[in-house]
């Protein structure tokens, strides 16, 4: 069974920083594209970053860019998300989720839980 | 960026009922789009992906169609399960881009 877990989300002040983890199990993690895709309270979805399968190529958004960083570790399944500069429009529930393909761009079939980060003094 | 405008914003309706979403790209996707459901508190689920390909696992009930730059969502015969929001999302480019949802309410 493919199952995502996100942790690392909390209370940070603007312009501080968290780290996001997504711990991948179910399938073989490094075979496929991932993904981070936000929804800031009562609103709807924004896609935050893509990386691909190898790490080769990377997406952010232009909300988060030069802020965020996306990473991986094949061998520990993992995927990350390192947030710095934080503001409180980044204030939202953080999901990872699984692209359907290897190379990215494409639709995301498994998402996990989520997790909420709240930016404010 | 590609812009998606989902219509209506809000959508009232019966169970048994046959209900259309629409989504319109601002460009031209080809064929490039999928449709989630979202319930509260929960993480989207994949119902549509290629904009017409159904998602293993998802009822029947439910089909998409469209190509270019407007594409639908039909659910043939609403069920209580189906009340929930409803996004579009495009992955012709990047940045990934979504459509601001439909909420699809019990009349």
């Known amino acids: 069974e493919v199952q995502l877990v996100e942790s690392g989300g909390g209370l940070v002040k603007p312009g501080g920083s968290l780290r996001l983890s997504c711990a991948a199990s179910?399938?073989?993690?490094?075979?496929?594209?991932m993904n981070w895709v936000r929804q800031a309270p009562g609103k709807g979805l924004e896609w935050v970053s893509s990386?691909?399968?190898?790490?080769?190529?990377?997406y952010y958004a232009d909300s988060v860019k030069g802020r965020f960083t996306i990473s991986r570790d094949n061998a520990k399944n993992s995927l990350y998300l390192q947030m710095n500069s934080l503001r409180a429009e980044d204030t939202a529930v953080y999901y990872c989720?699984?692209?359907?393909?290897?190379?990215?761009?494409?639709?995301?079939?498994?998402w996990g839980q989520g997790t909420l980060v709240t930016v404010s003094s | 960026d590609i812009q998606m405008t989902q219509s209506p914003s809000t959508l009232s309706a019966s169970v048994g009922d046959r209900v259309t979403i629409t989504c319109r790209a601002s460009q031209s996707i080809s064929s490039w789009l999928a449709w989630y459901q979202q319930k509260p508190g929960k993480a989207p689920k994949l119902l549509i992906y290629k904009a017409s390909s159904l998602e293993s696992g998802v009822p029947s009930r439910f089909s998409g169609s469209g190509s270019g730059t407007e594409f639908t969502l039909t659910i043939s015969s609403l069920q209580p399960d189906d009340f929930a929001t409803y996004y579009c999302q495009q992955y012709n480019s990047y940045p990934i881009t979504f459509g601001q949802g439909t909420r699809l309410e019990i009349k």
């Open positions: 990386i691909s399968s190898s790490s080769s190529y990377i």
């Open positions: 179910g399938f073989t993690f490094s075979s496929y594209s």
């Open positions: 989720a699984r692209d359907t393909s290897s190379s990215g761009g494409s639709c995301y079939d498994y």
